[in-house]
């Protein structure tokens, strides 16, 4: 008898003669249970399928490279910025298509349709497609050479003949090559500079007006003072990360001015009206600072 209840697993054996014989029933509930944990199982798989089709082009970012333009981007990364290639979403965190910026600048330019932009420190050409898309001809300037392929793929895949990228440094290069501009977008990119005050002076012979965004001094910070032709100027000396990093500056150190001494620095280089759009103390690595500058033309 126990050998029988051993070879049954543990239930009494079968009594066949018996309409409702133990076993039988027992049979029954193991079928249900079957039954019901394959129905679940399939539930649970089409929540997921649904779930990650939802993912890709929304929530998740990086979607899989099929087509051949998604394999060419994906060859060029990482990247920082996120673009919509071949109706997915694909590479970095940054959407510029959210981007306040190239909206500040359109809210002053008027319309940006038919304008010229010269366009400093391109990155990956986010906001350069967001400034094409919205009509303006826009001359980018980037310096690192991997930052530029990739605005290359961008001025390729979007079509973009209103644009031209251009693979210099800031620090050094004549604007007057690229001739005259309704304005100027200098978005992330006055913080990479060791002179900020030169690169201010030099744009302003191109262009009356400019949108600029940049950090300040924080205020936790050591404060230095540097002199420029007579003008004291109060702020610290940032450490810039590797120096072929895509959002780095291309020297070891650069020049972050107080909130008051970045109007000064404007101001001494000729952007004579100075109109604060926004100022967020609270802002990752200083206070940033958004600002709409004119002048008469240098
Ligand atoms: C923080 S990203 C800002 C990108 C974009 N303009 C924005 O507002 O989001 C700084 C960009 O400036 C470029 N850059 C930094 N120093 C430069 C220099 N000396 N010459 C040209 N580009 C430079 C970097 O390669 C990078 O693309």
Redesign the pocket.
Known sequence: MKTQLASTGGRPPCRPCSERCPPMEWLLVETHIALFKARLRRFLGRLEELASRSRVGFARPVGSASTPAQRVFESLGPWTSRFLIDGVCLGGPHDFTSDP?VHHLAQRVGSLNGKRILEL???EGG?TLELARAGAAVVA????PA?FARCLFIKRYFRLESVEFVL????SVEFTRFGRFDAVLN???LY?MNAPWDLLERVGKVAQSMLL?TECAPTHSRLETVEVCGNRLEGYWYVEGPIDH?????QPLSFWPTRESLEHMLRFTGWSAVTWLDFNPDSMYGPSATIWAERALA
């Open positions: 910026r420190g391109a990155l906001h300037i980037e310096g690192h930052n210099a440094d800031l620090r978005s992330g990119v990479h965004w895509p959002l780095s500056g291309k």
